[in-house]
């Protein structure tokens, strides 16, 4: 389609015939041609699509060698192991009682320690210590404490049993007695101190006299 415009003084024309149109003093003004084109409502043509065969018989199956294998994508997997505690054993058998631990006690005590008195054993030549040389053996006596026994002869210890050497009963009292040795001289009297110290704790000193000690 084409769209013509004319400017002439006093009349315009578009499509009129050349003869009615003057040509003495006018002015002609050209202008730019324009063109306008609209959509055309012809359809543009299309391709022709490609026939589908209908007989798969004769296509070619695709095979193994010709599919690619897949891609295997490999996918991290993480394992949380929770950490498991073995239950403990469970005991059938029947429990013990705890073992009692023994309190320390004192040793038993017959009552308060008493002196009774020291009393002459024996009396033997002493071979080391020639011609008048001795060895007396007394016997403390006393009553009450109770044993492991120590004894002391002028206040140095001496060797002697610390159960004791035996026991006796006297007006209704139980005493025990216990032997230790000192040296002496053949004859004359012993004087000295004895003390003895029992297991409770309860111990005593005491001076005693011997009057004669002689050789045999």
Do not use: W
Request: hydrophobic fraction near 35%; proline fraction near 14%; glycine fraction near 10%.
């Amino acid at each position: 389609m084409c769209l013509c415009v004319a400017v002439v003084s006093g009349a315009a024309a578009c499509g009129g015939p050349p003869s009615a149109f003057p040509t003495a003093g006018v002015t002609v003004q050209a202008f730019p041609h324009v063109e306008v084109i609209l959509p055309s409502e012809t359809p543009l043509p299309t391709e022709a699509a490609s026939p589908v065969p209908t007989d798969t018989a004769t296509l070619p199956l695709p095979t193994a060698a010709d599919t690619p294998p897949p891609t295997a994508t490999e996918t991290a997997i993480i394992r949380l192991v929770l950490p498991t505690t073995a239950p403990a054993p469970v005991s059938t058998s029947t429990p013990r009682p705890p073992a009692r631990t023994a309190t320390p006690t004192s040793p038993p005590s017959a009552g308060p320690i008493t002196f009774r008195g020291v009393q002459l054993a024996s009396v033997a030549r002493d071979p080391a210590r020639p011609p008048d040389g001795s060895l007396v053996t007394l016997s403390v006596e006393f009553a009450g404490s109770g044993p492991p026994f120590s004894v002391k002869h002028d206040g140095q210890p001496v060797t002697a049993n610390a159960n004791g050497d035996g026991k006796f009963e006297n007006a209704g009292v139980n005493y025990t007695y216990i032997h230790f040795t000192i040296a002496k001289t053949c004859g004359g009297v012993i004087v000295g101190t004895a003390s003895v110290t029992g297991g409770d704790g309860q111990s005593f000193t005491h001076g005693y006299f011997i009057a004669d000690a002689s050789c045999p």
